[in-house]
């Protein structure tokens, strides 16, 4: 594709010409790279919350995109490899992964793509299949993949309602705890299954709190702006939810 052979060739440029990008390595860019894809999160929610929202969506794809082709860029120049060789690991992979659509392997539905997906990953290696979990990741990022490997072996809920009720008797728990420390501990456990019913929801939780997140600031905000001694802060708060309705 022309374009992105000129994509690459502007950053090939860039790396020569741009003192800025020219002195950058994987551990300086290691930022920006997360910043872009924390911005991409913040582009799904507000497509979400408004589709006309699309072209921040293009942008921020973009921008992420910009850094996997630096990255790129800098292991070509070291002798290690290159886009091309990115795109090409990419494909064998997506081929390897996908016997159900290049090769003879018949399979229902999403579910068993999941799993087969795990189960050829497994061949390639001895570890468990929790192995690849990045440690570094957001805690709620770590505890969604984690839920969704565990779904491979069948632990996992039969269905929402299951879910839901496993949430409950964790606030039941955290109710019946006695001291501070089981109570930090119970939070934990609540929070792990409000994450496994976005599972059951197929909602990402970033997303969802993200979402929640903007909403609250954007209340707090109306608050704040019409903050009156005369005026109790509840009867604020529910103006704010109106207005946000409108």
Not at 15 to 40: F, G, N, V
Not at 119 to 132: A, G, L
Not at 157 to 164: D, P, S
Request: charged letters at 35%; one cysteine or more.
């Amino acid at each position: 594709m022309k374009e992105f052979d000129d994509l690459v060739d502007i950053i090939s440029r860039l790396r020569k010409e741009c003192p800025w990008d020219r002195e950058q390595t994987h551990e300086s860019l290691a930022k920006h790279l997360i910043e872009e894809a924390y911005e991409l999160l913040d582009a799904l929610a507000a497509m979400q919350t408004n589709p006309a929202n699309h072209d921040m969506l293009n942008e921020e794809l973009g921008d992420l995109l910009l850094q996997i082709l630096l990255h790129s860029k800098i292991a070509e120049e070291n002798k290690y490899f290159s886009i091309v060789d990115v795109v090409t690991n990419l494909q064998e992979k997506l081929i390897k992964r996908h016997p159900h659509v290049f090769g003879d392997v018949e399979l229902e539905s999403a579910e068993d793509v999941e799993k087969q997906w795990e189960e050829i990953k497994k061949q390639e290696t001895s570890d468990s299949i929790f192995d690849d979990i990045d440690q570094k990741l957001p805690s709620i990022t770590k505890a969604f993949k984690t839920q969704r490997k565990a779904k491979k072996l069948d632990l996992t809920y039969t269905n929402y309602q299951e879910a839901l009720q496993d949430l409950l008797s964790e606030v039941e728990e955290l109710k019946d705890a006695k001291n501070d420390e089981d109570r930090k501990s119970e939070i934990g456990d609540i929070l792990f299954s409000v994450v496994n019913i976005c599972r059951y929801l197929e909602a990402d939780p970033e997303i969802q709190l993200n979402k929640s997140t903007q909403r609250f600031i954007e209340r707090a905000k109306y608050v704040e702006k019409n903050a009156d001694p005369s005026i109790d802060i509840e009867t604020l708060w529910e103006e704010a939810k109106k207005s946000q309705l409108k």
